[in-house]
């Protein structure tokens, strides 16, 4: 038990060493190293990850990250699935005008614990954690994209809009790319590895790094504040670039 006396203030408790994971992980020591650098850290319920209970379609899981909590302190939010054999989704720098908040959909290769880990300007990570179960295979099969005739004619294509939210708007888009992992046999890695969005004069809104993790034709959308046309600018392992402009 944790008192508060007169001069103390009760807090989180920053951690080093191994607090109660809400989500009991064999995985969690080792990701925090790696991912974290082994620096301090908090289980903090205000980080909330929402997904299925249960990945219907392991290709295609919509996850949703939501910190708003710390709306103005975050510098970065990190995204995993801690058994998936490629594990790191997204790596996600909202700008000032931009919610820490993002819609994403991933590949699910098994049931795994999801954590996204929000860094704020203090240099603490709140790791918010939830588990999702799934029948599997998501990560290991092959992209239904390079089915479609002439699916290269339409590489890059982006789909979507914004949609007016009282003093905000969110922005909601498709990207038509097969993302393949190079988890299937013959097709190497190929898939959009960075995103930026930017305001009409150019000013950085948010920064993205995406791993293989992410669906094929990515579903991603932000919250963003102020009115204005906003530019998605995409570049993938192939060093193709894309661009395109959201009214």
Not at 105 to 126: F, K, M, N, S, Y
């Amino acid at each position: 038990m944790r008192l508060c006396g007169l001069w103390a203030l009760c807090l989180p408790m920053v951690a080093w060493g191994a607090p109660d994971d809400p989500v009991p992980s064999v995985m969690w020591a080792y990701y925090h190293q790696r991912f974290l650098d082994n620096a301090p850290f908090v289980f903090d319920e205000r980080v909330k990850l929402l997904a299925p209970p249960f990945a219907e379609d392991a290709r295609q899981v919509p996850l949703e990250i939501d910190a708003r909590a710390f709306k103005g302190q975050v510098v970065k939010i990190l995204a995993w699935a801690e058994l998936n054999p490629l594990p790191e989704i997204v790596d996600f720098q909202p700008g000032e005008r931009v919610l820490p908040w993002l819609s994403i959909r991933i590949r699910i290769e098994q049931a795994t614990p999801l954590r996204a880990a929000v860094l704020t300007r203090d240099g603490l990570w709140h790791v918010g954690s939830t588990l999702i179960d799934a029948a599997g295979g998501g990560c290991t099969a092959p992209s239904v994209a390079r089915t479609q005739p002439g699916w290269e004619e339409h590489l890059g294509e982006v789909f979507g809009g914004r949609y007016p939210r009282a003093e905000l708007s969110r922005v909601k888009l498709q990207v038509s790319h097969p993302m393949d992992n190079g988890m299937v046999s013959g097709i190497p890695e190929f898939f959009i590895n960075q995103a930026e969005l930017r305001a009409a004069d150019g000013e950085l809104l948010a920064r993205l790094e995406l791993f293989p993790a992410v669906s094929e034709n990515p579903n991603l959308a932000f919250d963003i504040e102020g009115p204005g046309h906003t530019r998605l600018m995409l570049r993938d392992t192939g060093g193709s670039q894309f661009e395109a402009d959201i009214p």
